[in-house]
């Protein structure tokens, strides 16, 4: 099986139809959608209503920091952050707002853990920035591959037997579709990029294919219309700085 995993699509309408484009056209065969459906994006109710149809139609879900912040707003937050939340919970109806509450921290599925931030205390929202932060999530859970987002980053970490971590960041530039080989014998940590909001100086937007037979993860890189998604997000009176940091990937 064929595994699309999408993270932080961040109300993002644009990236989000270019991933799932891209996704159905490499020939997946399941969905997995690791949270923050909604904040910074200018189309939190188009976003969160595609999920709710995809978790319908078989899909896996599991709620993000910003998605519980809808709900629950002492959330900390930055401003710019805080400012688009508020905002979101004016644009999503009555099932949206429960599809987003009921969502679980984490799911598993075979010898998978999916999950937001990081594996040891998933409402804390810790970032998985470095291995140390790595090995404290894998060491929290027993799962042989885990997949988690939150930091907008894509890499990719193991820990071998002996407590040994490695880790891989995949090159960001545009193209460069990387596959790689999840070994047996290691406990692997899959970050995914983001959809909507990249960080790692890449504006296209990320997520990840994972082959189940072939125990292979790739990295996924695609570009959207970025000056369309901007645009909604100024039109809409949201923080200008949500809207300038999709050119530059940061």
């Not at 209503?49 to 995809?54: F, I, R, S, V, Y």
């Not at 931030?117 to 090995?135: L, N």
């Not at 960041?169 to 596959?179: C, E, N």
Request: include cysteine; aromatic fraction near 8%; charge should be negative.
């Amino acid at each position: 099986m064929r595994l699309a995993i999408f993270a932080d699509i961040h109300a993002n309408k644009q990236a989000f139809t270019a991933c799932l484009d891209d996704a159905r056209a490499r020939g997946t065969d399941r969905i997995i959608l690791l949270g923050d459906f909604v904040g910074y994006g200018a189309d939190p109710d188009w976003v969160v209503e595609t999920a709710m149809a995809l978790v319908a139609d078989g899909a896996l879900a599991v709620a993000g920091n910003h998605d519980r912040a809808v709900g629950t707003p002492s959330e900390t937050m930055t401003a710019e952050a805080q400012a688009a939340i508020e905002w979101t919970r004016g644009r999503l109806g009555a099932a949206q707002r429960r599809f987003l509450a009921e969502l679980p921290l984490t799911a598993e599925d075979d010898d998978r853990l999916y999950i937001h931030a990081e594996a040891s205390q998933p409402a804390r929202w810790r970032y998985v920035r470095e291995t140390a932060d790595a090995a404290r999530s894998l060491a929290a859970n027993p799962a042989q591959l885990s997949f988690c987002g939150h930091i907008h980053q894509p890499a990719l970490y193991s820990m071998s037997m002996a407590g040994k971590m490695t880790q891989f960041v995949p090159p960001a530039i545009p193209g460069a579709d990387v596959p790689v080989q999840l070994l047996h014998g290691r406990q692997w940590l899959a970050v995914m990029g983001s959809v909507g909001q990249p960080r790692d100086g890449n504006p296209a937007a990320a997520f990840a294919v994972y082959d189940t037979d072939q125990r292979e993860i790739t990295y996924c890189r695609v570009p959207y219309d970025v000056e369309a998604a901007a645009a909604a997000i100024r039109a809409n009176g949201l923080p200008p700085r949500l809207a300038d940091r999709l050119f530059e990937g940061r």
